[in-house]
């Protein structure tokens, strides 16, 4: 049976324009979700209808799907994410709300509620415990490579395909994931060309990072987030093998725990059971 898909949402903030969907308006919960890299707001649809008494925005972020790109040379960068989502909530006229990410968006969640701890009521990170880290060591190498990539103009043009069918097919390599999640994410992640359909996200957002933090400063971002946390771990995702998932865990103060079967996209390929961890937690 194929989703209805919520009311699209257009918000002009500073330096561009951010697309999304818009549900349940005027209810008392306010929250705003945030997809993983690559990804676009069509990853939170599955999940909408099942989210009780909340009125619930899930944004592309820059540089994703329908949303404007950053000028060429200014990298995607967590701090810059996590600016423009507040910048978001202005738009949207919110004084408090509740922030949701998923991958990338939980890895820019945390700083949000650093930055907007006064408005920020609550966190919940689906498959995410903060930003990637490496070592102080890596930083040259990382800095050398992201200038390599960005040099080149060739690097990740990407691909054209002769079908959205074979987009998908292309999405499901990448990634564990039901067939029609992939689907809703490459419907809104697409441009059809003379040549075909290519991909719509910034090419930007493939090259090397120019840095990335420490795990000591992601563990100090964590502990530095006041407000109660919502952690919902796939059994079969990208962070419960991780080993610094258990220290970062002990670095959120006021936290709620939930694994739940499903692979990395758990909140679209099994949306019920992750709702039910949100309505409980909200």
Partial sequence: MAIE???SITLDIPGGTIRGLHTGIGLPT???CLHGWLDNANSFVPMMPHIKNAEIVAIDLPGHGFSDHH???FPYTIASYAHKVLQV?????WAEFTLAGHSLGGSIVPVCAIAGADRIQKLVMIDALG????SAEQLPKRLKRFHEDFNDPQKYRGRIYANV?????ARLLATKMQPSSAQLIVER???ETEQGFKWRFDRQLRLASPAYYTESQVEQMLKAVQCPVLCIIAIDGYIVAREEMDSRLTMIKDKTVRKIPGFHHLHMDTPEPV???VNDFL
Wanted: negative net charge.
């Fill in 5 to 7: 898909k919520p009311a």
């Fill in 30 to 32: 306010k929250m705003l």
């Fill in 71 to 73: 000028c060429e040379g």
């Fill in 89 to 93: 909530a202005d738009a949207l006229g």
């Fill in 131 to 134: 930003p990637l880290s490496e």
């Fill in 165 to 169: 069918d074979k987009a998908v097919e």
């Fill in 189 to 191: 992640q697409l441009v």
């Fill in 275 to 277: 709702a039910e961890a």
